[in-house]
């Protein structure tokens, strides 16, 4: 694979978790210590992401940094992602309403350490 195609797919998945957490890309950038262009050029796949800020991008997003590898739905194919539910989308909304990114990533942390722990107990 190319590395700009690799390029290309690690920035629609930053943009993509950047967005769900309802931070803009100058919020991201102050959280990275980088400029809000800089975070555009990773979105675009016009700049390489470094190991290191990988890493950082992983903390934040609370994910494995292979997911920020991992090549998403081509456009059209929408169905292949699931269906929000209400609840889902609701529960979205709020959080975007809240303008800390801290405060977003300790929400996000939780409820994934909610949903681990549910998932042992099944």
Same mark, same amino acid.
């Given at each position: 694979?190319?590395?700009?195609?690799?390029? $290309?797919?690690?920035?629609?998945?930053? *943009? @993509? *978790?950047?967005?769900?957490?309802?931070?803009?890309?100058?919020?991201?950038?102050? +959280?990275?210590?980088? @400029?809000? =262009?800089?975070? =555009? %050029?990773?979105? @675009?796949?016009?700049?390489? /992401?470094?190991? #290191?800020?990988?890493?950082?991008?992983? =903390?934040?997003?609370?994910?494995? /940094?292979?997911?920020?590898? !991992?090549?998403?739905?081509?456009?059209? +194919?929408?169905?292949?992602?699931?269906?929000?539910?209400?609840? #889902?989308? +609701?529960?979205?909304?709020?959080?975007?309403? $809240?303008?800390? #990114?801290?405060?977003?990533?300790? $929400?996000?942390?939780?409820?994934?350490?909610? #949903?681990?722990?549910? %998932? !042992?107990? +099944?």
């Amino acid at each position: 694979m190319k590395e700009k195609t690799i390029n $290309i797919i690690i920035g629609k998945n930053i *943009r @993509t *978790r950047r967005s769900l957490m309802g931070l803009s890309q100058a919020a991201l950038g102050k +959280h990275l210590g980088i @400029t809000f =262009q800089q975070v =555009q %050029k990773y979105e @675009t796949g016009d700049n390489s /992401v470094s190991p #290191a800020r990988l890493v950082q991008l992983s =903390q934040l997003f609370s994910c494995e /940094v292979a997911e920020l590898f !991992r090549e998403l739905p081509p456009a059209g +194919h929408e169905a292949a992602l699931p269906d929000p539910s209400r609840k #889902a989308i +609701h529960l979205v909304d709020n959080f975007e309403r $809240i303008d800390d #990114a801290v405060l977003q990533k300790q $929400i996000c942390d939780l409820v994934r350490s909610i #949903a681990d722990g549910r %998932k !042992r107990k +099944h």
